[in-house]
């Protein structure tokens, strides 16, 4: 099992900048990736960044430039700096992580982290 724990949320002005983390804990053979999700309310949830473990990033269009992913050495803490935010970024975040296990490879969610901004 896998538990990952989100942290850094918060209230924002628009413009502002918040640091996400995601720390990731418990045995796996492996994590092929870690990523943030975001979902607002009553919308989908959609991908905001990832980061593989070979260090490939990806970014949602909107967040290109602005957002940045990043981890640690050790691979077990993801960052996410958001900078230059905007009240359509107000949504509750997710860190997801596609870990192989023995038995197969899975997906895991933390809890979210709430993220508003206000202008």
């Known amino acids: 099992q896998v538990q990952l724990v989100e942290s850094g949320g918060g209230l924002v002005q628009a413009g502002g900048s918040l640091r996400l983390s995601c720390t990731a804990s418990?045995?796996?053979?492996?994590?092929?990736?870690i990523g943030w999700y975001r979902q607002a309310p009553g919308k989908q949830r959609e991908l905001v960044a990832a980061?593989?473990?070979?260090?490939?990033?990806n970014y949602a269009d909107s967040v290109k430039g602005r957002f940045t992913i990043s981890r640690d050495n050790a691979g077990n803490t993801v960052y996410l700096q958001m900078n230059s935010l905007k009240p359509e970024g107000t949504a509750v975040y997710y860190c997801?992580?596609?870990?192989?296990?023995?038995?197969?490879?899975?997906?895991?969610w933390g809890g979210g982290t709430q993220v508003t901004v206000y202008s």
């Open positions: 997801n992580a596609d870990v192989i296990q023995l038995t197969g490879e899975y997906d895991y």
């Open positions: 418990g045995s796996a053979r492996g994590i092929r990736a």
């Open positions: 980061i593989s473990s070979g260090g490939n990033t």
